[in-house]
């Protein structure tokens, strides 16, 4: 089993930054690929940025591409997502997953593991 809480969220202006952390506990957290997703009311839940066991390969949605930067620190179980010139479209709330498939996967699937979400709100 995998726990997982997202930490980081806020209202922020428009144009500013912020910065998510997920601590991940559990024994095989560190070898599961990581990935942020979000989901806006009304919408379906969305992949936002991934990232491989190593931390060496990333994907990211062409949305927040060369905006936001997802990072992960193995020796601490904790991945973040740096988000950065936030706009208003960028709320919703963000969710991280533990994918035990062996690669990033840009969408939902039933053996993923969540934590409780974090919301994060951009004032125009």
């Known amino acids: 089993q995998v726990q997982l809480a997202e930490s980081g969220g806020g209202l922020v202006q428009a144009g500013g930054s912020l910065r998510l952390s997920c601590a991940a506990s559990?024994?095989?957290?560190?070898?599961?690929?990581m990935a942020w997703f979000r989901q806006a009311p009304r919408n379906e839940r969305e992949f936002v940025a991934g990232i491989d066991w190593t931390g060496t390969t990333t994907y990211y949605a062409g949305s927040v591409q060369g905006r936001f930067f997802i990072s992960r620190d193995n020796a601490k179980n904790t991945i973040y997502l740096q988000m950065n010139r936030l706009k208003p479209e960028d709320t919703a709330v963000y969710y991280c997953a533990a994918q035990p498939g062996g690669a990033i996967r840009a969408v939902v699937h039933d053996d993923d593991y969540w934590g409780q979400g974090t919301q994060v709100t951009v004032s125009s």
């Open positions: 559990g024994r095989t957290a560190s070898n599961y690929p």
